[in-house]
């Protein structure tokens, strides 16, 4: 599988949201009118939207009799067998494109009109498109395809100032990923890479996924489609001999 690929090390991330914002300058996003989320927590807006495509997520623990921060640079994963795309597809065709060259997944906005949003959002195992109530749009991190095109690297990349965004071939950034996660298992025992097989943007964590985010790991099965949907629901018994 070749294609491009983002490795983000969450261990290196200081929460600096200098990703979040390059993203909204390189793509001319408006501002988003948010209030603050609760004391010492600086994550703003409170959650993804229309014109927040990246966002990076604060999540405050107790452990140890210690106060925790775990920050996680939150974005659509681009998923190599994208279940977005496959309910796209039975509504209309184009509307959802993987790119062939990169892997990128990419929305195109007024195809997109047409296919119902509340199937688009359950289909997705990270929880990541978001709907402009006005227009009826919807939008996402788009791995700054132009960008990539031309040589350069994707805005938040290019601006991270710790090394906590990377991005580059697949294969290399997967390389780079297993070979730091063997580093920082020397002392956190419990790190990890999350969803690797299955998706362009692999997070390493520390941590138990579910202190960083909700959905830092997916929620069902990756490159599900609607027919196998369907197989589990109608025949249950096909399906787990299937896996056999």
């Not at 793509?27 to 010492?40: R, S």
């Not at 990169?102 to 990270?126: H, M, Q, R, S, W």
């Not at 780079?176 to 943007?201: G, I, M, T």
Request: include cysteine.
């Amino acid at each position: 599988m070749g294609g491009k690929s983002f490795f983000i090390d969450t261990s290196r991330c200081t929460a600096c949201r200098g990703c979040q914002i390059a993203c909204k300058e390189w793509h001319g996003l408006p501002a988003t009118k948010t209030t603050q989320v609760g004391w010492g927590n600086h994550q703003n807006p409170k959650d993804l939207n229309f014109y927040t495509y990246k966002l990076v997520r604060f999540s405050e623990h107790e452990r140890n009799g210690k106060v925790v921060w775990y920050f996680f640079p939150d974005q659509c994963r681009h998923c190599l067998e994208p279940p977005c795309k496959d309910v796209a597809d039975g509504y209309v065709k184009g509307a959802i494109v993987k790119d062939p060259e990169t892997g990128a997944v990419i929305y195109n906005l007024e195809k997109l009109k047409k296919v119902p949003f509340d199937e688009l959002l359950d289909a997705c195992p990270y929880h990541i498109p978001r709907q402009d109530p006005k227009t009826g749009m919807v939008a996402k991190c788009d791995m700054c395809i132009d960008r990539v095109k031309a040589g350069l690297l994707p805005m938040c990349v290019k601006t991270c100032p710790t090394g906590a965004m990377n991005f580059g071939d697949r294969e290399e950034m997967l390389a780079l990923a297993k070979k730091r996660l063997a580093e920082v298992k020397k002392k956190f025992p419990n790190a990890q890479l999350l969803d690797a097989d299955s998706v362009r943007v692999i997070y390493l964590v520390l941590d138990d996924p579910k202190l960083y985010h909700e959905y830092a790991v997916a929620s069902k099965d990756v490159g599900i489609t609607r027919k196998v949907a369907l197989k589990k629901l109608f025949d249950p018994m096909g399906w787990l001999q299937s896996l056999v």
